[in-house]
């Protein structure tokens, strides 16, 4: 089974600015899926990104975007022009064929005004 | 240990077949949701509970109900499954003010 790890508990981003979240995972499978997920105070979980492992090209959704580095095993979400309403706990999840999710433990963003 | 139990791990059914998913917390969490995952989209939220008798539907509800009689358990209800359910289904729990949500081992469901 894939494990994730996500290795910054929390991080901060004053507003209007950019952060990079960072994600580290393991997986023997050759085909996987990679999310980042977000978790505002709501508790819903939704999705902010995913990336195909086969794919080289970095999957990018208006503000959001990843760094994926295959061979490093890495999947890090940079959010641009930082707002207020990015502040959240985010999820690194890898998904296999298997559709075998794991998650990372989070990283609670704080954005300060 | 802290820990998010659903059982069955494994469940396939015929369509129609009512079925009920356990989901079970020992942390005393608020907050308890179920998810379903598919090939390629992730996880999406069917319902979620902000405390007992508390529950609110999240992104994708249609074909299912949930019950929050006790803190600690929160069951997936399919009263009559159809083959579109086949999915992979998570349960979570979190404090009220605390996170990261715990999520249960997931439980596959096959519908025929």
């Known amino acids: 089974a894939q494990t994730v790890t996500q290795s910054q508990p929390e991080m901060s981003v004053q507003e209007a600015e950019t952060v990079t979240l960072s994600c580290t995972y393991d997986t023997s499978e050759s085909d996987y899926y990679l999310f980042w997920y977000k978790q505002p105070p709501s508790r819903q979980m939704i999705l902010v990104i995913r990336?195909?492992?086969?794919?080289?090209q970095n999957a990018t959704e208006n503000r959001f975007s990843v760094n994926f580095q295959k061979a490093a095993k890495s999947f890090s979400l940079k959010i641009s022009d930082s707002q207020l309403g990015d502040a959240a706990m985010y999820f690194c999840a890898c998904s296999d064929n298997n559709n075998d999710m794991r998650f990372g433990a989070g990283t609670r963003l704080t954005v300060k005004p | 240990e802290a820990q998010v139990t659903q059982n069955p791990r494994y469940l396939i059914t015929v369509t129609g077949k009512k079925l009920t998913v356990t989901c079970s917390q020992n942390?005393?969490?608020?907050?308890m949701s179920w998810y379903r995952q598919d090939p390629g989209l992730g996880l999406r939220q069917i319902y979620y509970?902000?405390?007992?008798?508390?529950?609110d539907k999240g992104d994708v509800p249609e074909g299912y109900k949930v019950s929050r009689k006790e803190k600690r358990n929160f069951p997936l209800i399919l009263e009559s499954p159809s083959p579109n359910q086949t999915s992979l289904y998570f349960c979570a729990s979190s404090l009220a003010d605390t996170l990261p949500a715990f999520f249960g081992q997931g439980t596959r469901l096959t519908v025929v």
């Open positions: 990336q195909e492992a086969y794919k080289q």
């Open positions: 509970s902000m405390n007992v008798e508390v529950t």
């Open positions: 942390m005393n969490h608020e907050y």
